[in-house]
């Protein structure tokens, strides 16, 4: 069964600084990794999403995320934070198949100092 | 196109009621997936439909239950409330199955109990 881990409950940085979020995950084979970003009183947004190619992946509002087998671990990180990506992050692992159910991390909370 | 919609917003209910939420997936969409976010548990799947077909579940009692009409809309039934029933419910669509696509999140019924 596939699990997540989030080793960081919150943080906080200055805007303008750089940002590394950690998610650590556990499956079987090679998984389907996502990260999912919930600004307060909304739903959840994918940020990105990683299978197979680049280790580097690419996402919206400037984030990326790397995929390190041997760490399992997907970090998502952005260069510069801007006030308005303060929001909850989470990390998730899917499966191979569509029908199979998607795993949450608990969430890291990210809160930017003007 | 038109986001994922979840009707009511807000619901207050009293211990022993029970209450029905209501997600319209985004069009096209066939796979809709359910979940329940508090502060403690994070982010917990309940059950995923596909093609009025319930194909997944979560680790929750018979009192949560859903189903799936022919335009691929959903609806969950929690009967006899409990006080930890207390949660944000969040609706999400794709295209066939939440196991390696992108998830749509509807903005979530806020439930409370008393």
């Known amino acids: 069964a596939q699990s997540v881990t989030q080793p960081d409950i919150h943080i906080t940085v200055s805007e303008g600084a750089s940002l590394e979020l950690r998610c650590n995950y556990s499956?079987?084979?090679?998984?389907?990794l996502f990260w999912y970003v919930q600004s307060p009183g909304q739903g959840l947004q994918l940020l990105l999403k990683?299978?197979?190619?680049?280790?580097l992946v690419q996402g919206i509002k400037g984030f990326e995320a790397e995929f390190k087998r041997s760490q399992s671990s997907f970090n998502l990180r952005k260069p510069s934070v801007h006030w308005s990506d303060a929001a909850e992050y989470f990390c998730?692992?899917?499966?191979?198949?569509?029908?199979?159910?998607?795993?949450f991390g608990p969430g890291t909370s990210l809160s930017v100092i003007p | 196109k038109a986001g994922v919609t979840q009707t009511p917003r807000y619901l207050i209910k009293t211990r022993g009621q029970q209450v029905t939420l209501s997600c319209s997936p985004i069009?096209?969409?066939?796979?809709v997936s359910w979940y329940q976010q508090t502060p403690g548990q994070g982010l917990q799947f309940l059950f995923e439909?596909?093609?009025?077909?319930?194909?997944n579940k979560g680790n929750f009692p018979g009192r949560f239950s859903g189903r799936q009409f022919s335009n691929s809309r959903s609806e969950m039934n929690v009967s006899t409330l409990e006080l930890g029933d207390s949660a944000l419910y969040l609706c999400?669509?794709?295209?066939?199955?939440?196991?390696?696509?992108?998830?749509?999140f509807g903005p979530g019924t806020r439930l409370t109990v008393l």
């Open positions: 999400a669509s794709s295209l066939d199955g939440p196991g390696h696509n992108e998830q749509f």
């Open positions: 499956y079987g084979a090679t998984p389907y």
């Open positions: 990683y299978f197979s190619g680049d280790t």
């Open positions: 998730a692992v899917g499966a191979r198949t569509s029908y199979d159910k998607v795993i």
């Open positions: 069009s096209g969409h066939r796979s």
């Open positions: 439909y596909f093609s009025e077909t319930q194909r």
